[in-house]
T-cell receptor
């Protein structure tokens, strides 16, 4: 089946630094990618929708200047957490749509810990 | 807004036991309903789906029926295996093809099956 890969799978950083998470569709072109955030023992919450070559659409309450999303190609989207703080610590999951069936495929997630 | 509520876990069963994971939803119109599964160290995978009332989704021995009257989409399996141990997420997407990636997730249910 189609594969979506995230990197890094986990990252620890100091408060105030920026962290970039990559999401790649390995064997299909993803016209749309989505970024979710998951808090412990809670459901995934959609943060933003990105379309290749255009600006991301952010969900209500998500700071677009804090969470920069770039979808520069049909196989890569990046999420940059700028000036990270401990409250940004979370599990970030991307998904990619497209391919032959248009089905949605998920990455394995990236755990961010901000000290 | 839309919401999904899953039974709280974790759920622990012996091999060959019957499994039910309850899922109810709140949404306008007729959303599409999904069950996703996340095995350890992997991304979410679509397990089954139903797109209209009374549809039954099925895959790998799992079944769920879209019940509009009770706004439910309970997941069932007649005989679980150790390999079914995973986290299960119920989710919905609003009606309309352009919103297929805007999933609203339940909080997930951890299933552990013992030999």
């Amino acid at each position: 089946g189609a594969v979506v890969s995230q990197h890094p799978s986990w990252v620890i950083c100091k408060s105030g630094t920026s962290v970039k998470i990559e999401c790649r569709s390995l064997d299909f072109q993803a016209t749309t990618m989505f970024w979710y955030r998951q808090f412990p023992k809670q459901s995934l919450m959609l943060m933003a929708t990105s379309n290749e070559g255009s600006k991301a659409t952010y969900e209500q309450g998500v700071e677009k200047d804090k969470f920069l999303i770039n979808h520069a190609s049909l196989t890569l989207s990046t999420l940059t957490v700028t000036s990270a703080h401990p409250e940004d610590s979370s599990f970030y999951i991307c998904s990619a749509g497209g391919g032959r069936t248009g089905e949605l495929f998920f990455g394995e997630g990236s755990r961010l810990t901000v000290l | 807004g839309d919401s999904v509520t899953q039974m709280e876990g974790p759920v622990t069963l012996s091999e060959e036991a019957f499994l039910t994971i309850n899922c109810t939803y709140t949404a306008t119109g007729y959303p599409s309903l999904f069950w996703y599964v996340q095995y350890p160290g992997e991304g979410l995978q679509l397990l089954l789906k139903a797109t209209k009332a009374d549809d039954k989704g099925s895959n790998k021995g799992f079944e769920a029926t879209y019940r509009k009257e009770t706004t439910s989409f309970h997941l069932e399996k007649g005989s679980v295996q150790v390999s079914d141990s995973a986290v299960y997420f119920c989710a919905l997407s609003p009606p309309g093809g352009t919103s297929y990636g805007k999933l609203t997730f339940g909080q997930g249910t951890i299933l552990t099956v013992h030999p």
